[in-house]
């Protein structure tokens, strides 16, 4: 198996003068798959670009511009999400999948842990110990809190 180390800047907009032009993905209020292409036209540098309005976000996706329109199923967190969307967008192209896919593609959580280690020690570069690749095999932590 091969594993892909994808670091990248995301910026939020509005920002400074010169981030935006240092960002790999673009993340910002807007409405629309055209104000995802006039984002990206202005920033040619950015590899993803997302706009948001409220539970809609719209993905401009790789140097072909494939569009992808997402909306946020249930209340309240979908500002927070499309950064982390917009992310995985970033770590899928770069490990060379097709931009197209990324919409069918199936994104699952099993577990997630806050570390209380200092910013400069949470990098790492191993995969998390409680995840599995295959979202139908759920791990040894999750199969025996299952069955109880």
Known sequence: MTMIVDEHVRVSLPAGKRWPSLGDVLVGPGAGATSAAETALSH??????????GPRCWLRLGPEGTALELEAQGPGQSARIWGTFASLAHAWLVAGLPAAEFASARLCLLRGQVSDAPPANRRS???????????????EEKRSSASR
């Open 44 to 53: 040619p540098g950015a590899l993803v670009v997302a706009v948001h309005h």
């Open 125 to 139: 570069r191993r995969p998390a110990d409680s995840a599995s690749s295959d979202c139908a095999r759920p791990t």
